[in-house]
């Protein structure tokens, strides 16, 4: 066996460069149309670039492929929820679950005030079931569903539905990183953390909210491809609307409650819903089979598997109701899992080759005051959503690299876990392959790149958390003397 | 944004300045070993 060397700063800056060099270039080159491919092919290439070097400093090849393999099947939990998500629209979709949740919010919601109402509301949802992944999925597809009906934009809807689902995920307690931030930290308690959260969210999210009722009042509505009226009619010459068609979003929650394992909560509801379909939608199953002359029996089964596989495609005569609700499947997401596959092969390279401790190694020598040291955190998160392209990475390799240097400087280890999550939880899906930000483009349609600048509480949480750091306002600090036994504490762990 | 022209040649911008920045940190005195112009000129004997 080869002995290895320790990587170099040059070692592990060579794989970084050659990430950044193709990336600025394939985005240059395609634009948003990146992520179909391009960009996919930017992380591999990187990635073979950053397992040369990691040959180069005596890894075996065979060591190199079990850490790509072995940072993709951390992403297998995700890739399993992703396409349970494909398959749940598919057959929402087909069973007109997201056609009545459609008909009933454009006749509630005002344009004026759509965005508003999608943040507040997905934050709400978002809190309730703990995950963003969900929230978006499930309500902020219906709620895209809407905006063309309203005549208000789709790219500045997704980003009202992304800030609201990652507020309730941020201080949701049922949130996976709401509670594995503050557990890797030390010190602090989950609900310690989600109170300290606080003083950066309030702000954040009180200008999200004031800039989607300004954009709001100031949208153009003149755009409206359909009338709500001339809308709402074809939904339900197409569909049958009512309380009926709503059955698997209460099947999805009660799983939830119950704590059925995320895919199979929602593969089986997407199973339960095309078997549902057959039953209250028959017209639009026998539609979209388009078998003339064969049993309801066989059309309501060939019906689920195709809008589970392929996605479900609406022939209703009338264009604009055809394309909001011609989507879904699973193999519509097989984009979106490529992309995670890029990605993770790459950061498991980076890190098994010690490229990623090299490169943050400068940084936490750097940070000498409080408010850098709360910059270097964020530029930390950020840098590993962007170079690890998962949330889990830029969350927890912060969490237990920095928390000795937080009571050092006297600041509360609350401190640590709320600049963790405001900036590696909430910045995640303004990445295109971070799996946060292919999720949501999977799932809503949108390109991350074009709906990025519209998610404003995700990039105004990690500003607002520096601006607190570097002025001291809103930052928690703790006795010199208590900095000493807690770090004492934290080398005892 | 992303499909502005402005936009395309900022990137590329940023490309080539990690190519450039790359290579003169590769040179330099952290660099690779003996390829620094410094170190190669305290080699140089008096």
Redesign the interface.
Known sequence: MTETRAPSLLDALIPMVTLVVLLCLTIALFGTDATGGPLQVALFASALVAGGVAYKNGHESSAIRDAAIGGVSSAMGAIYILLGVGALIGTWNMAGTIPTVVAYGIELLQPAIFYLCVAIICAAVGMVTGSSWTTAGTLGVAFLGMAPILGVSTTIAAGAVISGAYVGDKMSPLSETTVLVPGLVGGVTTNEHIKGMLATVIPSFGITLVLFLILGLTTDVKGSAIDTDVARAALDSVFHIGPITLLPIVVLVVAAVKKVPPFLSIFGTAVFTGVLASFIQPDVVKDFVDKPGQGAVVNGIEGVYKAMANGFVLHSGNQTIDDLFSRGGMSGMLTTVWLILGALSFAAIMEQAGFLDRLIAPLVASAKTEGRLIATVAATCIGLNIVAGDQYVADVLPSRVYRQQFPRHGLAPRMLSRTVEDTGTVTSALIPWNSCGAYMTGVLGVSTLKYAPWAFFNYLTPLIAVIFGFTGFRVDRIEPQLADDLDEELHGH | ???NAVV??V??A??VL??V??IA??RGP???PGRSPDKQHETVPA
């Open positions: 944004v992303l499909d395309r040649w990137l590329v940023v490309a990690a190519i920045g790359l940190y590769a952290h660099g690779i």
